[in-house]
């Protein structure tokens, strides 16, 4: 796992070219994680940064939206961790406003089915592709 000092170090750089950045937390994220990695990426200084993936998430959905909500330059966003029906369908208007912002989102939707309007809500919205961790998703990066 990412060490919370390897986070707090991301969260007070100054990254002006970075575009795309993936965070593997852990494999099984424990609930101080989600905060860190917000804390992070509130931290952080890159302006041009428009993809985010982050696996080791506790709440993703939660997550997703913060992330959206306090990053305006996140076009696409992915977050791996625990999801449910029940989830889904709790999102508050506030939270569906700010992941309906995003032109790509993908979650762990293994364990549930969006309901037609939520799908209509997040038209963007896709399953996890689980290959993106490997290190062949980055050689033309």
Same mark, same amino acid.
């Given at each position: %796992?990412?060490?919370?000092?390897?986070?707090?170090?991301? !969260? *007070?750089?100054?990254?002006? #070219?970075?575009? $795309?950045?993936?965070?593997?937390?852990? +494999?099984?994220?424990?609930?101080? &994680? &989600? #905060?860190?990695?917000? $804390?992070?990426?509130?931290? =952080?200084? #890159?302006?041009?940064?428009?993809?985010?993936?982050?696996? !080791?998430?506790?709440?993703?959905? $939660?997550?997703?939206?913060?992330?959206?909500?306090?990053? %305006?330059?996140?076009? #696409?966003?992915?977050?791996?961790? %625990?999801?449910?029906?029940? +989830? =889904? @369908?709790?999102?508050?208007?506030?939270?569906?406003?700010?992941?309906?912002?995003?032109?790509?989102?993908?979650? /762990?939707?293994? &364990?549930? @089915?969006?309901?037609?309007? =939520?799908?209509?809500? =997040? %038209?963007?919205?896709? @399953?996890? /592709?689980?290959?993106?961790?490997?290190?062949? @998703?980055? *050689?033309?990066?």
């Amino acid at each position: %796992p990412l060490h919370a000092s390897v986070l707090d170090a991301l !969260g *007070q750089s100054s990254l002006p #070219a970075l575009q $795309k950045l993936v965070l593997c937390v852990r +494999q099984d994220g424990v609930a101080e &994680d &989600d #905060a860190l990695i917000l $804390k992070s990426l509130r931290g =952080l200084d #890159a302006p041009i940064l428009s993809v985010v993936c982050l696996y !080791g998430t506790t709440e993703a959905i $939660k997550t997703a939206a913060q992330l959206a909500r306090e990053n %305006p330059s996140v076009r #696409a966003l992915v977050v791996d961790g %625990p999801l449910d029906d029940e +989830q =889904l @369908e709790g999102l508050t208007e506030a939270e569906l406003e700010s992941l309906s912002t995003l032109a790509y989102l993908e979650l /762990n939707l293994e &364990d549930c @089915e969006p309901s037609p309007a =939520l799908r209509e809500r =997040l %038209p963007h919205l896709h @399953e996890l /592709n689980p290959n993106r961790v490997l290190p062949t @998703e980055y *050689q033309s990066w």
